[in-house]
């Protein structure tokens, strides 16, 4: 299915000159999908493209280049649980669902640090899914003396207009062997983590409000929300694993991917049909010429 992308994407005089297809990596686990999604994206780097990495639960619901236009290097979405020793730093942390990264020498090099800060983890705990969140954010705050401009630590998400109010990304300077990196780590309010839940009378009442209406609590800050953002990044309920449980819960495991489709149809964020797994497999076993856009279309649903 990727070659056959590949191709179609050739065929679009728009989209040839950003085609790169690489080679597969054959030996993806749970394990190891951290390390491999890290060196798939050095290799692009390191082709001289661009890259924008989001997770597949982060929902874009506007485009986001006037975001990534400002000339910086690495830009991302910002969080505030780890790495603890950074967010007490910096007042937050680079959160890995969701960046760009242009390709510049001293970007790649920070790329280059993370992949082998990964292999170096995963070589003294084999057992456990290496963070390339942890590896990205200590690699540009120990070894590349990350500075925030003006030398300000970001504030805590205890305020309600840090956390939905404030547009202001925070912007520092990290300096590699190959060179300075500018970093600008983007307002909570436009790619939020931390998103409210609503009922079903909080969502109808956002749904059915007119231009201008008052909202109150939690109704009232997701209507800001989906006013303001670029992309929701919500941080789903149930998906914590319990004690017991951390070694075995890893990112894609089935209670992560529950909570995250539970989360987003009960946020009304869901677009795909229902027995979207079901047309992807039979599309992915047709070798028909151009049935990936067809394909694609029909496990959408119109929003």
């Known amino acids: 299915m990727d ?24 030996n993806v686990s749970k394990m190891t999908v951290i390390g491999d999604r890290q060196r798939f994206g ?12 989001s997770d597949a639960d982060a929902y874009w619901i506007k485009d986001p280049w006037p975001v990534l236009s400002h000339g910086d ?62 590896c990205l954010n200590v690699a540009l705050h120990k070894r590349f003396a990350l500075r925030w401009d003006g030398n300000q630590t970001m504030p805590p998400a205890s305020s ?27 307002a909570h309010a436009i790619i939020p983590r931390a998103c409210p839940v609503l009922s079903a009378t909080e969502l109808t009442s956002v749904e059915r409000a007119r231009p201008g209406e008052r909202l109150h609590g939690k ?36 209670k992560h991917t529950q909570a995250e489709v539970a989360f987003a149809k009960r946020q009304n964020l ?16 047709d070798t028909t010429p151009g049935i990936l856009g067809s394909g694609f279309l029909a496990m959408c649903r119109s929003s």
């Not at 050095?42 to 990495?53: A, D, K, Q, T, Y």
């Not at 680079?94 to 170096?120: H, L, M, N, Q």
């Open 270 to 285: 869901w677009r795909l049909r229902e027995n979207w797994f079901q047309l992807i497999t039979n599309r992915s076993r």
């Open 219 to 254: 109704a009232h800050w997701w209507r800001v929300l989906l006013q303001n953002a670029v992309v929701l990044h919500c941080f789903p309920p149930g998906d914590t694993p319990q004690p017991t449980e951390k070694r075995f819960i890893f990112m894609g495991h089935p």
């Open 73 to 134: 290097d690495i830009v991302a979405e910002r969080i505030w649980g780890k790495p603890l020793s950074v967010v007490r730093a910096w007042g937050a942390a680079i959160c890995t669902g969701w960046y760009f990264v242009r390709s510049t020498p001293a970007a790649i090099a920070v790329a280059r640090a993370t992949r082998d800060e990964i292999a170096k983890k995963r070589a003294r705990q084999p057992n456990w899914q290496a963070s390339d969140q942890y």
């Open 3 to 26: 070659a056959q992308c590949h191709q179609a994407l050739l065929q679009n005089p728009m989209a040839r000159a950003h085609a790169l297809l690489l080679p597969q990596s054959r």
């Open 42 to 53: 050095l290799s692009v780097l390191e082709r001289g493209f661009n890259i924008v990495h």
């Open 160 to 186: 309600m207009a840090t956390k939905y109010v404030d547009q202001q990304p925070s912007r520092g300077t990290a300096t590699t062997e190959k060179g300075t990196v500018r970093v600008a780590m983007l």
